[in-house]
Antibody, heavy 123, light 107 residues
Framework: EVSLLESGGGLVQPGGSLRLSCVAS????????ISWVRQAPGKGLEWVSA????????GFADSVKGRFTISRDNSKNSLYLQMNSLRAEDTAVYYC????????????????WGQGTLVTVST | DIQVTQSPSSLSASVGDRVTITCRAS??????LAWYQQKPGKAPKLLLY???RLESGVPSRFSGSGSGTDYTLTISSLQPEDFATYYC?????????FGGGTKVEIK
């Protein structure tokens, strides 16, 4: 059974940093692109970033470009999101989501999602 | 960037009703559109991809259609478990973008 489990969320002050993790199981992690998608409280879904199966290719939303970094460790079936210079508008539940296909570089739909981890940026 | 406009933002319907939700992309996306269902406090669930292809395990009352810039999600006979928020997502190009969502409520 496919499982994605996020961790690392919490309360952080504006300008601070946080590192999210996502541990995957139940599929060949190294064979799939993975994305981070966030949802602000009471709002819709926003794609944040994606990373290719080997980790060589990445993509970011304009809203986080230059502040967030995505990485993965295929030996640990793990995905990471390093978030720096956090702003109030980054407050959201952050989901990691597996891309359905293994051969579309960074684009595609998401067939499995984690339960999410809440990041709150506030004083 | 491709903008995706979803309508309506909310609707009220009864069990057994036929429900239609639409998404319009700001440029042609060649059927690269997915639909998700999200219930409160839960992660989204993939319903359809490629505009019309049903994800495994999804009931056949859900269907999708469209081409070019305009796409539709139809629920043929609304069931109690279908009351939720629905999102479309274009996966034609980066950045991947979602519609604003449609909340389907009980009339």
């Amino acid at each position: 059974e496919v499982s994605l489990l996020e961790s690392g969320g919490g309360l952080v002050q504006p300008g601070g940093s946080l590192r999210l993790s996502c541990v995957a199981s139940g599929f060949i992690f190294s064979g799939y692109d993975i994305s981070w998608v966030r949802q602000a409280p009471g709002k819709g879904l926003e794609w944040v970033s994606a990373i290719g199966s080997s980790g060589e290719s990445t993509g970011f939303a304009d809203s986080v470009k230059g502040r967030f970094t995505i990485s993965r460790d295929n030996s640990k079936n793990s995905l990471y999101l390093q978030m720096n210079s956090l702003r109030a508008e980054d407050t959201a539940v952050y989901y990691c989501a597996k891309h359905r296909l293994s051969d579309d570089p960074l684009i595609g739909e998401f067939d499995y999602w984690g339960q999410g981890t809440l990041v709150t940026v506030s004083t | 960037d491709i903008q995706v406009t979803q309508s309506p933002s909310s609707l009220s319907a009864s069990v057994g009703d036929r429900v239609t939700i639409t998404c319009r992309a700001s440029q042609g996306i060649s059927n690269s559109l997915a639909w998700y269902q999200q219930k409160p406090g839960k992660a989204p669930k993939l319903l359809l991809y490629g505009a019309s292809r049903l994800e495994s395990g999804v009931p056949s009352r859900f269907s999708g259609s469209g081409s070019g810039t305009d796409y539709t999600l139809t629920i043929s006979s609304l069931q109690p478990e279908d009351f939720a928020t629905y999102y479309c997502q274009q996966n034609y190009s980066l950045p991947l973008t979602f519609g604003g969502g449609t909340k389907v409520e009980i009339k």
